[in-house]
């Protein structure tokens, strides 16, 4: 019996491969589904904002309905935990500083950790809540 000519078999190479992407895959998952969002905020001029309070939101069917509320530190950082969701929707205000307007954030797997590369912005906004018409 050759055991290479069987290891190199195109059928054992092709299976091998997917059980390890496999294997990898749920590794990684394992490892960050803890339901951790975390970010920061700023300001326009690109400053961090304390006290913003950052809205997270889940989409049902047909509306979007908050599933989680909290307010940024002195360094404008803010964390969610426990998060068990696909698809989250994130807004963010300050009064009298502007509003970063609710923005879908789509996640490989529930409850996956998202740390933000990119601040939420606040963006000065005339009269509404997020700055969306009435």
Request: aromatic share 10%; hydrophobic share 40%; charged share 20%.
């Amino acid at each position: 019996m050759n055991w290479k000519a069987i290891l190199l078999n195109r059928y054992a190479v092709t299976f091998g491969t997917v059980a390890v992407v496999t294997l990898a895959w749920n590794t990684y998952i394992a490892m960050n589904d803890d339901g951790i969002i975390g970010g920061r905020v700023i300001g326009p001029q690109g400053q961090p904002v304390a006290g913003a309070a950052v809205v997270l939101s889940e989409r049902t069917l047909l509306v979007t309905t908050p599933r989680g509320r909290t307010t940024t530190d002195a360094d404008g950082r803010f964390t969610f935990t426990g998060h068990t969701f696909h698809r989250i929707w994130l807004e963010a205000e300050k009064p009298g500083v502007g509003a970063y307007p609710q923005t879908e954030y789509r996640m490989y797997f529930k409850g996956q950790n998202m740390i933000l590369d990119e601040p939420l912005q606040l963006e000065p906004s005339a009269g509404g809540r997020s700055g969306k018409p009435s």
